[in-house]
T-cell receptor
Framework: AQTVTQSQPEMSVQEAETVTLSCTYD???????LFWYKQPPSRQMILVIR??????QNATENRFSVNFQKAAKSFSLKISDSQLGDTAMYFC????????????FGAGTRLAVHP | DAGVIQSPRHEVTEMGQEVTLRCKPI?????LFWYRQTMMRGLELLIY????????DSGMPEDRFSAKMPNASFSTLKIQPSEPRDSAVYFC???????????????FGPGTRLTVL
C-alpha cells in the first residue's frame, strides 16, 4: 500500500524568504503522479504543482518548484519569495497512474508567512 | 470554466435529520470523487464514480451514507440519519480521463462545512 509522510506539522517563514516543505512516500509502483495542494483558511483545496514520476525534470510553477528524488522517494516543495498569501496548509499527495485512481494524502504542513 | 461547484457551502442540522450535499463536476471530467476532511482523520476518500457509475465505495463509513450520480453533471452525497460525528468538511473533486482509462489531476470544489448538533 502507498503511504505519504509529511514530517513537518508546522513551519514559518519571513515574507520574501524561501522555505522548503518535505514529503516522502512509499510505493512499489514505477508509474505515478505526485502533487502539492494548498489549503488556505478559506479551506479551498488548490492544486499547486504536479510531477509525473517518469519525468526526471523537476516541475516548476512560478515561485513554486519541487525537488523530486525518485530513488529516495522524496518530493519536497520549495516556495521562493514567500508572500503573506502563501499562508496555508500544504498537502503532499500520491496517485498511482495504473488505474488505482485513489489520491493518497499526507497529513499536511501548516505554513505561516510572517511580515 | 467555473470549476467544481458544491452546495451548500455551510450546513447546520440537528441529529437525526437527513442531509444532502450537492456537486457539479467540471464539464468533460469523467471521474467524480467525494472526500471528507476532519482534524482527527485528515482527508478520506469516501466514494468515486467513473462515467456516473460508482467504482469504489469502500470509504463510505456506514449505511447511513449514500451517494448517487444520476448524470454527468450532478452528484449527491446523502446522510440519513445524521449524527454529530458526521460533522466535517465534505469535498467533491473531479478529474479527466488519461489515455482513455486512468484518472489524472483531481480538481476540488470549495467544500461543504457540515455541522450536526
Amino acid at each position: 500500500a502507498q503511504t505519504v509522510t509529511q514530517s513537518q506539522p508546522e513551519m514559518s517563514v519571513q515574507e520574501a524568504e524561501t522555505v522548503t516543505l518535505s514529503c516522502t512516500y512509499d510505493t512499489s509502483e514505477n508509474n505515478y503522479y505526485l502533487f502539492w495542494y494548498k489549503q488556505p483558511p478559506s479551506r479551498q483545496m488548490i492544486l499547486v504543482i504536479r510531477q509525473e514520476a517518469y519525468k526526471q525534470q523537476n516541475a516548476t510553477e512560478n515561485r513554486f518548484s519541487v525537488n523530486f528524488q525518485k530513488a529516495a522517494k522524496s518530493f519536497s516543495l520549495k516556495i521562493s519569495d514567500s508572500q503573506l498569501g502563501d499562508t496555508a496548509m500544504y498537502f503532499c499527495a500520491f496517485l498511482f497512474s495504473g488505474g488505482y485512481n485513489k489520491l493518497i494524502f499526507g497529513a499536511g504542513t501548516r505554513l505561516a508567512v510572517h511580515p | 470554466d467555473a470549476g467544481v461547484i458544491q452546495s451548500p457551502r455551510h450546513e447546520v442540522t440537528e441529529m437525526g435529520q437527513e442531509v444532502t450535499l450537492r456537486c457539479k463536476p467540471i464539464s468533460g471530467h469523467d471521474y467524480l470523487f467525494w472526500y471528507r476532511q476532519t482534524m482527527m482523520r485528515g482527508l478520506e476518500l469516501l466514494i468515486y464514480f467513473n462515467n456516473n457509475v460508482p467504482i469504489d465505495d469502500s470509504g463510505m463509513p456506514e449505511d447511513r451514507f449514500s451517494a448517487k450520480m444520476p448524470n454527468a453533471s450532478f452528484s449527491t452525497l446523502k446522510i440519513q440519519p445524521s449524527e454529530p460525528r458526521d460533522s466535517a468538511v465534505y469535498f467533491c473533486a473531479s478529474s479527466p480521463t488519461l489515455a482513455g482509462r486512468y484518472t489524472d489531476t483531481q480538481y476540488f470544489g470549495p467544500g461543504t462545512r457540515l455541522t450536526v448538533l
